[in-house]
């Protein structure tokens, strides 16, 4: 079932927790944006940063365009932390660290990376055992490029379950979601602190009682980078 939740307003701005599978833009269906207006029945929304269709959780929209325009320089200056979770069924080749490189267009609409670094996607992540073959990440990304977190687990060898583009086609197709989910944000903005986090709601493998106690213990994941 595809849905936003609201979990936080002012006058400056909403927090939603967008569904797996919900398209950012609007093409077939209604976006996130046309339906956040509709949820709160306001004339106007600001996108200011976006998640990829398969990846569920936390989204920013500003209601004014002076908050837009605010967001817009803290994302470029890289002063809004983010932080997502994601699972694997594949053993990365090192446990934690950083993953740093270019990123250049592949074949359909793909990334990869080049040997080069001249602009390099940066990467940072943390990982733990869930059960046999599943592998928990939870990921700071230092930049904000397109498909960076999906290219950067597939290249230590654990693409993320049930990614159709990046990992076995197969294999994704039996998932019943994309297992990466945007779990956390923390923004200074107008003076103000700001910090949310919030759980998947859908995914059996986000939903088993490991992964959850795994959860449990980075609810606070600005403490461990």
Same mark, same amino acid.
């Given at each position: 079932m595809k849905y936003i939740d609201l979990l936080f307003q002012n006058s400056d701005f909403i927090i939603i927790n967008k569904s797996a599978d919900l398209n950012f833009h609007s093409e077939d269906e209604a976006g996130v944006v046309v339906l956040a207006k509709k949820l709160l029945s306001l004339e106007r929304l600001y996108s200011v940063h976006r998640l990829d269709k398969m990846t569920s959780g936390l989204l920013i929209l500003?209601?004014?365009?002076?908050?837009?325009?605010?967001?817009?320089?803290?994302?470029?200056?890289?002063?809004?932390?983010?932080?997502?979770?994601?699972?694997?069924?594949?053993?990365?080749?090192?446990?934690?660290?950083?993953?740093?490189?270019?990123?250049?267009?592949? &074949?359909?609409? #793909?990334?990869?990376?080049? !040997?080069?670094?001249?602009?390099?996607?940066?990467?940072? *992540?943390?990982? +733990?055992? $869930?059960?046999?073959?599943?592998?928990?990440?939870?990921?700071?990304?230092?930049?904000?490029?397109?498909?960076?977190?999906?290219?950067?687990?597939?290249?230590?060898?654990?693409?993320?379950?049930?990614?159709? &583009?990046?990992? #076995?086609?197969?294999?994704? !197709?039996?998932?019943?979601?994309?297992?990466?989910?945007? *779990?956390?944000? +923390?923004? $200074?903005?107008?003076d103000e602190s700001y910090s949310f986090t919030c759980k998947p709601k859908e995914g059996e493998r986000f939903l088993s009682l490991t992964c959850k106690d795994i959860l449990q213990e980075y609810i606070e994941p600005w403490k461990h980078f």
């Open positions: 500003a209601k004014t365009k002076e908050a837009a325009q605010i967001f817009t320089k803290l994302f470029e200056t890289r002063e809004i932390q983010k932080y997502y979770i994601a699972i694997s069924t594949r053993k990365p080749k090192k446990k934690q660290g950083w993953i740093k490189g270019d990123m250049v267009s592949a &074949r359909r609409g #793909n990334y990869k990376f080049s !040997k080069t670094s001249k602009n390099p996607a940066i990467t940072q *992540f943390i990982s +733990k055992s $869930i059960r046999p073959n599943e592998r928990f990440f939870l990921i700071k990304p230092h930049t904000g490029k397109t498909h960076q977190i999906r290219v950067a687990l597939k290249s230590i060898g654990s693409p993320i379950a049930g990614d159709i &583009r990046y990992a #076995n086609t197969d294999e994704a !197709k039996k998932e019943t979601r994309g297992y990466l989910h945007a *779990f956390a944000l +923390k923004f $200074i903005f107008k």
